[in-house]
């Protein structure tokens, strides 16, 4: 995980699921994040290792 989403572990709960699906949710940041991919096999890993750094470096204050 890059250095500039590290921080938000502390206060985000997360749960990966079958199938490629995961919710993330970060009550600081007023943030619930829903994913669900159809990609195979290693794709599907590839999504959900990145989807933080994906939603977190678009969100701009």
């Known amino acids: 995980m890059k250095a500039s989403t590290s921080s938000w572990w502390a206060r985000a709960f997360t749960w990966n699921g079958a199938y490629g699906t995961q ?3 970060d009550p600081k940041e007023r943030l619930v ?27 701009v204050k």
């Open 23 to 25: 919710f993330f949710c």
């Open 33 to 59: 994040v829903v994913v669900g991919t159809a990609a195979p096999g290693e794709l599907r890993k590839y999504y959900r290792e990145n989807v933080q750094d994906i939603v977190y470096g678009a969100m």
